[in-house]
């Protein structure tokens, strides 16, 4: 059976590779992953990765996956492409230092095979079990212990590779790609197969570069605009009926499906005639390359198109244990649940959270258990016309009742409204000061209300506020990840953009573990 060697480069750097090492200035990562690459891909890890590839009785045994592992990281250090990948394993002898083929005059591996490890990491989830390696090895350096964490966690915007468009081109890029997949299937090349596609199935529109282009309306023309609709509505009908029974079915049925999304989210046709719906619909596709794109919005006035990357520091050594993907528009608690189950995996726990006010809603923070503390700024209590705020009155947690500045109480439950009886405010020598409403002064109870209360008052002293100030950490981090992995996603789809996230977080992690071992050499020295 033909499986994975171990791969057992030497531990020790030949006369050639000291020379490297030498001539290295900048880039220290090169020398860092040579001296300790041993160590991160030891026998135990490589049979973990050998365990991902199939028995196979012919073929030549494939490349260690520790060699592609490496390049993989080394790819994500250096922003290359996977053709940039092979071209560096023969011209660049730092590369060529890690992966063990110092002037080598072939690849060591091929672009096919890359991709095909990539994959595998991907399928398998090992690319978390890379980071989780990164803090083994911190271990190993005096750098990270066995201790509850004390982390923080926050996100970034990352712009989609996907193509963004409207309506019109979004719907005729999808009926594009459906004709493109029979053409392909048929032996045609792609622009001559769509054109004479486009004409069999009665839709030469779909022939043209640009849809609208090819609609040639009036966009400014509200009726030409509608007219220009039930056009393209027409289309997806011919497409539909064109593609019924072609070869290669289910990626045919994928465009298409993707035309009537596009359809279904932004017309309405519940009218005597289609129109464009006013607004945007909720979770709107944005993108026919990319279907997990969606709009977001960091601020205000911050738009965005894409995902939003989180990651999650910890305070007292620097490392990233585990990081997460959602598209832009989901909420970032949202994330919190694969963050739980990463650090779960790694048999991590946290003893400090330090948060912004997006993640207060997550599991994370309201299933938390005593042993866990969380530190945010808490949300401003409004104090309307001068009247009594919801921090003016006083909540018993304990017996599950507020009582008001004028000391009429009633029961309260987390996440309902409380309201005073009408007849009890009316009386109340203090309405003046605390409503104009002719039913009574009611109150919202957070679900988490008994928190956001001692975060309020831990935040109004020093101390507290010297708390809050630790998150900026996570920020940094941010900064470093976003500096490897650039604003603009590389790949397509939620899953391939976490892997690309998680091995900048290795990335991140092996600098961290280099400066503190530079920093213990220094002082050893000294």
Known sequence: MVRPVVWRPPAEPSPAEQAVI?????????????????????EEFQAEMAGTYVDSPKGQPPVPPARLALATILQAYTKASD???????????????????????????????????RKRLIESDLDRRLIERTVGLAARTKGFGDRALRAALDSSPLWGAGRVEDTFNLMGHALRRALGVIAVLQGRGQAAGITMLAQQAGTPELAASSLKAALDADWDDPAARDAALARVLSLLDRVEAFTAGQAGEEAVAVAVAAARQVRDQDVDCSGPAPALRRGVARDRRISVEDPDMRHGRK???????????????????GLVPAVGITPANAPEASVTGDIATDLEAAG????????????????????????????????????????????QFSLDFAAGQLTCPAGAAMPFEPGKTVRFPKSTCAACPLR????????????AIHPDEALLAELRERQHTPEGRAELRERVAVEHALAHVGHWQGRRARYLGTRKNLF???????????????RQSATDSYQLAA
């Not at 205000?300 to 305070?315: A, E, N």
């Open 83 to 117: 053709d940039e990948v092979i071209e560096a394993t023969v011209m660049d002898r730092r590369w060529q230092l890690v992966l063990d083929c110092m002037n080598a005059e072939e690849p060591p591996f091929s672009k096919g095979t890359l991709v095909a490890f």
């Open 299 to 317: 601020s205000r006035s911050v738009l965005f198109d894409g995902y939003k990357r989180h990651v999650l520091r910890d305070l007292d050594t």
């Open 500 to 514: 690309d996230l998680r091995r900048v977080a290795v990335v991140h992690n092996l600098h961290v573990i280099a």
């Open 432 to 443: 003046a000061r605390c409503t104009t409403s002719s039913h009574g002064r009611s109150v």
């Open 22 to 42: 030498k001539a290295v200035r900048r880039a220290k990562l090169f020398v860092f992953l040579r001296r300790h690459r041993h160590e991160l891909f030891d």
């Open 348 to 391: 991590f726990t946290l003893s400090e959270l330090h948060i912004d006010r997006a993640y207060l809603s997550s599991a994370l923070v309201r299933d938390r258990g005593p042993d866990l503390a969380v530190f945010c700024k808490a949300w401003r209590v409004r104090n309307t016309g001068g009247r009594f705020a919801k921090d």
